[in-house]
Every structure is written in C-alpha cells, then in structure tokens.
C-alpha cells in the first residue's frame, strides 16, 4: 500500500525533522511512504474571516491538485470521527484488503482546511478535540501509522 501525508507547511525544528524521518524509516517495510509539503500561506495577524476563507481556499487548492481520484483521503480535523489505535490500524488494514492502494492522510495549515478539501476526504479524522503544531501532527501521525502496522502484523509495540 501506498500512503502519502499531505501536509501544509514545512518541517523547520530539527527535532521533528528527525522524528519523521526515523517513522520513514521503520514504515518502509510496511509500506510506501510519501510525504508531500504544501505552501502554507501567510496569514496577517487579525485577519478577517474572508481573508481566512481565502487562504485557507488558497491552500486548499494546493493541496487537491496532490490528490488522484483512486485515492482514499483521510482528512484530519477535529470536528473527524475519533477512533484509537486500534481503530486505525483496523481501517487501513481493511482498505488494504478491499483493494484501496493508496490512502492520503491531509494535515491542513493553521487555519485547518478548505470545505473543498473537506468535502473531497472520505473520512475525517480527529485524535483530540485540541488544536496541535501541524509539525508536531505530522510525527504523531507518521507514529500512529506505524504503529497501525505493527497492531496488522501482530508484533509488540511498547504502550
């Protein structure tokens, strides 16, 4: 299977850069990872509801043209269905045995995501009703991901 984080934003902190990159590594033998960086927009401080509509349609966009049609998208938002481990790692082996080759999981910018993106996910995701660093997300996602793997293949996984 084939699963792509499309994120808005890029790493900065070389913490979190190193963080992905050891899930990169332990995922490559459970699957094809790809991580894709969206341009995130500068949002101006006291930005009005249009203009936060605008960049969050902006980067919407950016993010759509990453997404195939066979893809299943799984977008994460608070307002998502919330699910624990072993929920995840039950839905992705399914898709996986329904014949799904490629899930993308979207992490939005600061501003969450699009309505456009949003209507364009088949799921929506939640791991908590708080708001998180869209770098951060992208470690604890890239950890739950690997750890959906190791729940599939039955191996231990500290708790």
Do not use: W
């Not at 929506?124 to 729940?151: A, C, D, G, N």
């Amino acid at each position: 299977m084939k699963i792509t984080i499309l994120a808005v934003g890029k790493i900065k902190e070389s913490f979190y850069r190193e963080a992905v990159r050891e899930f990169e590594k332990r995922l490559g033998r459970y699957c094809r990872l790809q991580i894709v960086e969206v341009l995130d927009e500068k949002t101006p401080e006291r930005a009005s509801a249009a203009e936060q509509a605008a960049i969050k349609d902006r980067e919407g966009a950016g993010i759509l043209k990453h997404i195939r049609d066979n893809a299943f998208v799984i977008a994460l938002a608070i307002e998502g269905q919330m699910t624990d481990s072993p929920g995840l790692a039950e839905k992705i082996r399914l898709l996986g045995v329904n014949g799904t080759s490629h899930v993308v999981f979207v992490i939005g910018g600061s501003l969450g995501l699009s309505d456009k993106v949003l209507g364009r996910a088949d799921m929506q995701l939640s791991f908590s009703k708080m708001t998180f660093p869209h770098q951060l997300m992208r470690v604890i996602l890239l950890e739950q991901i690997y750890r959906s793997y190791r729940i599939i293949n039955q191996e231990p996984y500290h708790k």
